[in-house]
């Protein structure tokens, strides 16, 4: 284990923004933590980095306490979403400051800038002046300048939050394979979960200072720990539900169940993917409220009568328009029972 927080918690005021938060990061392992504004996961960042102070707890680098460690000891890497670059400095300048900080001789520093300028997919960059670079760009300067060190933990705060999604997303694939080769462990923070799925080995979601999940990528996909996480997924399809046997009595009718489901009263998630339409005579009778394009199907948003709005996802070529009426009925493949 590289990292790790021990009961770690964080009070403003009365209320505790980190409360009591147990978290391990091994060696390697690239860790992304999702949350809703105010869920605690910037406040994570900041205790283990050293800018905020706990209140009780521990953080731990390689077993050792980092109580009373200042943050330029700690051999971590920091990089913000606004990037924080100096702009009276060019790019070489950007990347060589931590080195020249830890007392890096000249000849040093400047064949590490060039071999991080490389690697970031910046040749020959170093002159260029900061207030000249794209979005994109200062986002690899920036990227540069907290690998330069060569941290033991680089850790990212909302790092493309600031990019168009076209750029996020080739981006956040292309620190995928960064990270993958230089064996970097990373702790980042978002609130985007597709950037965090691409991204992480492991996903972390937070929910009022507490961790509600922790799982990779697909576990927690296909698994959400509760209503909470399945909502914060995007899933709307959530409801309360009573397991008898191998089905749910839900608002909807009678929902199949995996035939291990925990029984009695549960929530009960239905992907949209498992929403299956068919004709007016057939099965759950709905109206079609609404469609939304999702350039790989429509979400078709339908409303039975006197029960909670479901959405399915439908092929371009097959959805059906709004105000039509159909019959729904749901696959097993794609109903969870949330514990």
């Known amino acids: 284990m590289l990292l790790g927080l021990q009961a770690a918690t964080v009070r403003f005021g009365r209320r505790a923004v980190l409360d009591a938060v147990d978290l391990a990061v091994a060696e390697h392992e690239i860790v992304c933590v999702l949350g809703p504004s105010g869920s605690g996961k910037s406040t994570l960042l900041r205790a283990v980095a050293g800018l905020q102070q706990l209140d009780s707890g521990r953080v731990l680098l390689d077993g050792r306490d980092q109580t009373g460690v200042p943050v330029h000891r700690r051999e971590i890497g920091?990089?913000?979403?606004?990037?924080?670059?100096?702009?009276?400095?060019?790019?070489?300048?950007?990347?060589?400051?931590?080195?020249?900080?830890?007392?890096?001789?000249?000849?040093?520093?400047?064949?590490?800038?060039?071999?991080?300028?490389?690697?970031?997919?910046?040749?020959?960059?170093?002159?260029?002046?900061?207030?000249?670079?794209?979005?994109?760009?200062?986002?690899?300067?920036?990227l540069a300048r907290a690998l330069a060190p060569r941290p033991r933990l680089l850790m990212l705060d909302e790092p493309l939050g600031q990019l168009d999604r076209s750029l996020r997303e080739r981006l956040v694939v292309e620190l995928r394979e960064l990270f993958g080769r230089l064996g970097t462990t990373v702790l980042a923070v978002t609130h985007d979960q597709g950037e965090a799925f691409a991204l992480a080995d492991r996903v972390v979601v937070m929910r009022d200072g507490r961790?509600?999940?922790?799982?990779?990528?697909?576990?927690?996909?296909?698994?959400?720990?509760?209503?909470?996480?399945?909502?914060f997924l995007g899933f709307e399809n959530v409801v309360d539900a009573r397991v008898d046997g191998e089905a749910a009595v839900t608002p909807w009718g009678k929902v199949p169940v995996p035939r291990d489901a925990p029984q009695g009263a549960r929530t009960l998630l239905v992907r949209p993917a498992g929403v299956r339409l068919l004709p007016i005579d057939e099965g759950l009778r709905c109206r079609v409220a609404a469609r939304t394009f999702k350039g790989t199907h429509v979400a078709v948003h339908l409303q039975p009568q006197d029960a909670p709005r479901l959405e399915a996802a439908c092929p371009l070529r097959s959805a059906p328009e709004v105000g039509d009426e159909v019959g729904v009925e749901f696959d097993l493949a794609d109903v969870v029972v949330l514990d």
């Open 211 to 231: 961790i509600a999940q922790s799982g990779t990528p697909l576990e927690v996909w296909q698994r959400p720990a509760d209503a909470f996480v399945a909502r």
């Open 78 to 142: 920091l990089m913000f979403q606004d990037h924080q670059l100096f702009p009276q400095r060019d790019v070489a300048g950007n990347v060589g400051f931590g080195l020249r900080m830890h007392g890096s001789a000249k000849g040093e520093r400047s064949a590490r800038v060039g071999e991080l300028l490389e690697l970031v997919g910046l040749p020959g960059a170093g002159a260029r002046a900061v207030a000249a670079l794209s979005g994109g760009e200062q986002q690899r300067v920036a």
